[in-house]
Nanobody
Framework: VQLVESGGGLVQDGGSLRLTCAAP????????IGWFRQAPGKGREFVAF????????YYADSVKGRFTISKDNAKNTVYLQMNSLKPEDTAVYYC????????????????WGQGTQVTVSS
């Protein structure tokens, strides 16, 4: 199963982007969906995850108040709205699916996308 991310790009400091995660063949209502990011030379970092129903969300402290994760189970799609972007948000962003209850740990996720590049210029 392959997840597909889209919506990345180049944006100025303070700008916004909305990332989308879709997965043909995977039922999002049965999975917790997470977003992670990886900057050059750094490890993969947790950003946010959303529960199977979409009723619960969790965020890394570094993005809390600026990013919003949401889910449309009817469309089998998850979104990451990113506002007030900073240069330190520059990274490849990945979505991942977990059959469990959700985690901050990347190794607990079962399926991953290829990633989408987000670059924030100062």
């Amino acid at each position: 199963v392959q997840l597909v991310e889209s919506g990345g790009g180049l944006v100025q400091d303070g700008g916004s982007l909305r990332l989308t995660c879709a997965a043909p063949g995977l039922t999002f209502a049965d999975h917790t969906i997470g977003w992670f990011r990886q900057a050059p030379g750094k490890g993969r970092e947790f950003v946010a995850f959303i529960s199977r129903s979409g009723g619960s969300t969790y965020y890394a402290d570094s993005v809390k108040g600026r990013f919003t994760i949401s889910k449309d189970n009817a469309k089998n799609t998850v979104y990451l709205q990113m506002n007030s972007l900073k240069p330190e948000d520059t990274a490849v962003y990945y979505c991942a699916a977990d059959t469990g209850g959700g985690s901050y740990n990347s190794w607990e996720y079962d399926y991953w996308g290829q990633g989408t590049q987000v670059t924030v210029s100062s």
